[in-house]
């Protein structure tokens, strides 16, 4: 079962702990004194620009909206 990051001592770049960053080990034990950062990469850095032109190769589509989305929204914002 995942469990938060602070139970690990795994931050993100901010040696922050962000409440929707979860850790699962691969088998019991895989992380016995191991702490450190999350380094999320450069998958993440988007350039809002080069995003629009991607976009555009694709058909238009209505966004949806679930409610869950804000409760996302919400946690993910949050430190622990």
């Keep these: 079962m995942a469990k938060e990051s602070k139970q690990y001592k795994i931050t993100n770049k901010d040696k922050k702990y962000p409440a929707a960053l979860l850790v699962l080990e691969l088998y019991p034990g895989a992380l016995n004194g191991i702490e450190g950062v999350f380094d999320e990469g450069k998958a993440y850095e988007i350039d ?6 991607f976009d555009k190769k694709f058909p238009i589509k209505e966004k949806g909206y ?6 996302f929204n919400e946690i993910s914002k949050k430190f622990i």
């Design 66 to 71: 679930s409610k869950t989305q804000d409760r």
């Design 48 to 53: 809002s620009d080069q995003m629009e032109e």
